[in-house]
């Protein structure tokens, strides 16, 4: 079974019969973005492996009691969320080594639903595009077709997804 190609839906079905492991979840997609991400260029930047590895292990501790919905799940966040000890670019030069002092309130909602961060999803710089052909980065590649760009402020984020390197991301 190739767990990148489950719904989310599906594991946290899978995550509730005991069926997979957060860490599970989490090494495949690390292994995927591992696989694909030279390509399609997704990120701007992704989590150090031992450190979503080091979350995913706390989340399945915490499933042993109580389990939230989406916690374990792995989740990409766009590069324009502020997250806490991170560097946080909007995708722009003049922003490049910036590291947010705080979270964003959707950041403390995916931290405290027990998500885990994957790492921060390419766009035009400060969100001003839909192609991310001005992402002072890279550009990001639709998975489908590595000789375009994906179109529209979701596919950005549809890139990820439909690479199967991250469940879901922030718009």
């Given at each position: ?102 979270d964003a309130?959707?950041v403390e ?10 790492g ?37 984020i ?14």
């Amino acid at each position: 079974m190739d767990i990148t190609e489950l719904t989310v839906h599906e594991l946290i079905e899978k995550l509730d019969k005991k069926e997979l492991t957060s860490e599970e979840i989490a090494k495949s997609y690390l292994d995927r973005i591992d696989e694909k991400e030279k390509d399609v260029q997704a990120f701007v930047n992704v989590t150090d492996r031992e450190e979503v590895l080091k979350k995913a292990k706390e989340a399945d501790e915490k499933m042993k009691d109580k389990r939230s919905l989406l916690q374990g799940i792995p989740v990409g966040i766009k590069d324009n969320m502020c997250t806490k000890g991170v560097k946080t670019t909007c995708s722009s030069r003049m922003l490049e080594n910036f590291v947010s002092p705080y979270d964003a309130t959707v950041v403390e909602k995916i931290n405290e639903s027990g998500m885990i961060s994957l790492g921060k999803l390419n766009m035009d710089e400060f969100a001003m595009g839909g192609s991310t052909e001005y992402s002072y980065f890279h550009k990001t590649y639709n998975p489908w077709d590595l000789n375009r760009v994906p179109r529209r402020i979701f596919w950005r984020i549809c890139s990820s997804c439909c690479s199967k390197s991250c469940t879901m991301g922030t718009r």
